[in-house]
């Protein structure tokens, strides 16, 4: 990506990885977070209070195979770019 001095750090998710221990290193403080496919196509950008629970949630597989509106992200979303903001949400 060519705007990476945009962001403080950018987190690589495998699709076979354990999504708790791929996003140790996510911030639990309030920002915004850009998902990218592999080749830097942007897919989602979010803003939260606790970054690391956002992304956790919003990659996370369904819940007992219950039919979602949401559209599956994890197989798709390989880098997950982050900023950290210093204010409240």
Do not use: H
């Not at 708790?20 to 998902?35: D, W």
């Not at 690391?52 to 369904?62: F, K, Y």
């Amino acid at each position: 990506m060519k705007d990476q001095e945009l962001f403080d750090g950018c987190l690589l998710i495998p699709p076979e990885a354990d999504l708790a221990s791929a996003t140790a290193e996510m911030p639990t403080t309030g920002g915004v977070c850009l998902f990218t496919t592999g080749d830097n196509q942007p897919v989602l950008l979010l803003y939260g209070g606790n970054l690391r629970s956002q992304v956790r949630r919003r990659l996370q597989d369904d819940p007992g195979g219950e039919r979602m509106r949401r559209v599956r992200l994890r197989p798709v979303v390989e880098r997950i770019w982050f900023r950290r903001a210093y204010s409240a949400f």
